[in-house]
């Protein structure tokens, strides 16, 4: 399984983005899907999930402004990004898994398979 991320760039604060996770090998029917982001010194932080069985979970820092959803025709996962902040500027990676259990959904380490990442920079 492989995943590719992209749709990343530049952008104003206060703007969208939409970064989409395209899977090959296997699709993500099944799965439960997330994105997590990493900023120049930091760990590698939780952002947003989609749950096998439909329910999304978010970061408190994007709740209410990030999107995350998957289209199954399409097999690609979508985080759409409304109202951004420099706070938001990280390399963006998708990561898919086929066995998660409901309690490791924010933890990276249980996630088996990821994208190469997507650099977002947003400018204040």
């Known amino acids: 399984v492989q995943l590719q991320a992209y749709g990343g760039g530049l952008v104003q604060a206060g703007g969208s983005l939409r970064l989409s996770c395209a899977a090959s090998?296997?699709?993500?029917?099944?799965?439960?899907v997330a994105w997590f982001r990493q900023a120049p010194g930091k760990e590698r932080e939780f952002v947003a999930a989609l749950w096998r069985g439909g329910n999304t979970y978010y970061a408190d820092s994007v709740k209410g402004r990030f999107t995350i959803s998957r289209d199954n025709v399409k097999n690609a996962v979508f985080l759409q990004m409304n109202s951004v902040n420099p706070e938001d500027t990280a390399n963006y990676y998708c990561?898919?898994?086929?066995?998660?259990?409901?309690?490791?959904?924010?933890?990276?380490?249980?996630?088996?398979?990821w994208g190469q990442g997507t650099q977002v920079t947003v400018s204040s």
């Open positions: 090998g296997r699709t993500f029917s099944g799965s439960t």
């Open positions: 990561a898919a898994d086929w066995s998660m259990i409901l309690s490791s959904i924010r933890y990276a380490r249980h996630y088996d398979y």
